[in-house]
């Protein structure tokens, strides 16, 4: 096909290394980052695909390996209304990896574009970023080619955590619409997040500070730019590790994975009874707080524990304002504790 005509000569600078099977899952493709760089780029061809799919909505794209160590990275894929990939798309993905040659990677292109009825005259639109990982500019580079190879209309966020690349495509999306989600900025995200939590928490005790574990990596000035939006004591935060600037930091002895793994406080952290403390993973698309008993004791609050009790927060504040019409609801995946799941059904 014509409009492929220029995959060939990009592809020959990002050729697939020998002996790899690549793999798409739930986080997307994730291993040592100087063996993406291929996969990456291919992945800018199936984003512009992926776009054209949806008559030309804006798909995103992010380069991130979440909790893991420094020296690895990954891809994915955000779909129109900032959701994952569709599951139908991760095989293609795959298989897109590991085409072998460049001629390959057209065949593959190609068969997808026939597959799914696809109208390669949609210009494709495409929204990257990234985190703080060293490969980072490096696997951006090879995604850009990817993206310049098929005329993507594309545009760069640079260094944002991954929830706010999944709000940038929906406000996108959505925006001229009745269901307009919020501006698609930096700014615009602290604008919605930050008025919701002043909203949620308006009338209620002033709480007292809470230490945050940004696992040195980008959560770190994110919400630091997002403590300055909302300017206010319900939010007062103390920021620990939080150097993106020196190597061999990121998700070392800290950050959310480490945290819950081991069952204590990350370095930097000396945690005292009655302080509330929490932490991030390395693009802060994940949380978990925890405190120390009386007794000094490490205390988690795990995902489920913290949805109940918001649930039971926000149920509270329902019974005390008269609503009768309004449900509260709690989505749990197939890994959620089954106690907590009994509690919320059978007690909640």
Known sequence: MAVFENVSQYSAKHPKPAGITFAYGTAGFRTIGETLDSTVFRVGLLAALRSQSKQGKVIGVMITASHNHERDNGIKLVD????????SWEGYCSEMANAETDDQVVQVLTSIAQAEGIDLSVTPRVVYARDTRPSGPMLQAALEDGLAALAVDATNYG?????????FV??????GTPAAYGEPTEAGYYERYGQAFLRLVDGRPTPTTLYIDAANGVGAPQVRKLAAAINSPYFNIDVRNCDTETLGKLNIDCGADYVKSNQ????????????????FDGDADRIVYYYADESGAFCLLDGDKISTLIATYLRDLVSTAGVEDLEVGVVQTA??????????KDTL
Do not use: D, F, K, W
């Open 80 to 87: 129109p209304m900032g959701e994952m990939l569709q599951q």
């Open 159 to 167: 260094i944002v955590t991954t929830p706010q690349l999944h709000y």
């Open 264 to 279: 204590r406080q990350p370095v930097g952290m000396t945690m005292q009874p009655g302080a509330r403390y929490c932490s």
């Open 170 to 175: 929906r406000c996108l999306n959505t925006a």
């Open 335 to 344: 890994y959620a504790n089954g106690s907590s799941t009994s509690y919320i």
